[in-house]
């Protein structure tokens, strides 16, 4: 089954991850990468350069803004493989530690 894993960083704290955590990532992702968990990892750009595109029905819109405005933003993600929840919840915990970071999890839809 695969998941992603939303690294969630506040816009008042650290957003770009410093040395230490950068290290501790890597090793993360080496360690997913060896056991084929993982799919793909990427960070992600700050909110002020989102830009959100509305053009449902008869709407012309974009937005120079994230859709959301919160000190909470998504900052990166892993999308990776597990054989359940036990095993993902775990390796989120993981990232979570490495990243110094939360990690929202959720399961791909099948």
Same mark, same amino acid.
């Given at each position: ?41 990427a960070?992600?750009? %700050?909110?002020?350069? !989102? ?6 029905? &008869? +709407?012309?819109?974009? #937005? *120079? ?22 095993? %993902?919840?775990?390796? !989120? ?6 990243c &110094? +970071?939360?990690?929202? #999890? *959720?399961?791909?839809?099948?």
């Amino acid at each position: 089954m695969r998941y992603i894993f939303a690294v969630i960083a506040n816009r008042i704290g650290e957003i770009q991850a410093d040395h230490d955590e950068m290290t501790a990532i890597d090793s993360f992702n080496e360690k997913i990468e060896a056991a084929g968990q993982r799919i793909m990892a990427a960070g992600v750009a %700050a909110p002020d350069q !989102a830009i959100v595109f509305d053009f449902r029905g &008869n +709407r012309e819109s974009i #937005v *120079r803004e994230p859709i959301v405005d919160s000190d909470l933003f998504m900052a990166g993600f892993w999308i990776i493989e597990a054989e359940n929840d036990t095993v %993902a919840h775990a390796l !989120a915990a993981e990232a979570s530690h490495a990243c &110094n +970071r939360p990690i929202e #999890v *959720r399961p791909f839809l099948r």
